[in-house]
């Protein structure tokens, strides 16, 4: 059999290897083919090394709830090297009307699971009493009717305008780098899609006591290095663009920049935009919905400062932004803290900016502002030594309303032998990436390994 695989991200990456494991335990030759336009594999899994401590420029950890990332880690020898966050890092902040204010525990996705969270949020002077009033009385109200309503519709129609706008959006944002109002709340938040009430589908939801992150304490690029070494022997290629697909009697030909590819089985784990170019030809319907599929941009920056240059102390994993307060940084890390095997004597924070106007500033304008923004919360003596910054032009897909039914409108349009991967379609994260990459991969195999001229092994494919 042969299986090309297009797009070298963490998807594709995980996808391939699957794939080899699933061939031989079915007795079934398998070669691969991974074409990766990039320079690098990985995707917006990108770690820099060279320096004092590595330092990630895409997501820099992963859910522990979803096991995928962590069992792939485990199963590339990586187990040694998962780290989870310090215990300081418990405690995180909001930036609202000037001043970090500390989010209270019992929030999940910025719910509350019940009055102590928000007596919390009362406390802290992020909600008053009629707003934690309100939301202690959304288990009263009638279950959600509509088909597909926004994050921000439900939040603010059954938790109270306050509530959603300053403790689910800064959370839901910043997982998704979008603002609720753009965001199915079924797709998004799937766990709640049919509960009778938030805050009691949230008092309810288990509690695994164990940490919400991990990483990999190389950064998460040794998972992207492990499974390249993985995939040692394979056709992997670089800075190779697929351009075109056709059938190939019962497989296809993949017109890339470095030649043609020919394949029984494909796996398609680029961006949904991407995706949509390349089966235009072969498959229209598919490409339309894939088409529809939005992405919105963002920013990292990671700013150093000097030893003694923050007033404020780094005692919790970082801060929020509200969305009243304006400004271009949206969300903030305290490196060292939130992960102490990269803490240094000059401290590191990590800015993340998602709004599409902060995208638009030139990079000197957006270095300028995002270290005057740091520096007033952390109330610095001096400006940060050091402002460096990456841009995602393509950094997230828009889980917009529909976006579940685009997605299935796209998977029953496939052709025979073409499966789809990656964060737009199932979950945004690592772990979903691993998994939606490697149940496509097993798929195909599947389907393969039960053809009589691929079933006997040593036999070419």
Known sequence: MRLAVVGGGVAGLAGARAALVAARDAGMPLRITLIESAERFGGKVWTETGGETPIDWGPDSFLAAKPWARELAEELGLGGELVAPGPAARRAYLLLGGRLRPLPPGLAMGIPAGAPALLGAVREGIIGP???????????????????????????????????????????SGVFGVAPEELSFRTALPM??????????????????????????PGLGALVDAL???LEGED??????????????DGWRVATTSGEVRADALLIAAPAFAAARLLEGAAPECARALAGIRYRPSVVLHLQYDAGAL???LDGSGYLVAGEEGGVVSACSWVGTKWPHLATD??????????PEAFGLSDDVLRERAAGEVSRVMRARRGPEEVRLVRWPEAMP???PG????????????????ALAGAAYAGVGVPDCVRTGQEAARRLVARFALTPRFRTRGEGP
């Open 130 to 172: 009629a707003s934690a009033l309100r939301s202690l009385l959304e288990p009263l109200m009638p279950g959600e009717r509509r088909e597909d309503p926004t994050v921000a519709e439900v939040c603010r129609r059954r938790l109270g305008r306050r509530v959603a706008d300053r403790l689910v959006a800064p959370l839901v």
């Open 192 to 217: 709640l899609a049919g509960a009778r009430s938030l805050v009691l589908a949230m008092a309810r939801a288990p509690r695994s006591g164990g940490p919400i992150f991990l990483t990999l304490r």
């Open 228 to 230: 390249v070494a993985a």
């Open 236 to 249: 992997l290629r670089l800075e190779c663009a697929a351009e075109g697909l056709a059938r190939d009697g």
């Open 311 to 313: 007033a404020r102390p």
């Open 346 to 355: 000059s401290p590191r924070i990590r800015a993340i900016a998602t709004s």
């Open 398 to 400: 828009v889980y917009a």
């Open 403 to 418: 976006h579940a039914a685009r997605v299935a409108a796209a998977e029953r349009a496939l052709p025979a032998g073409v």
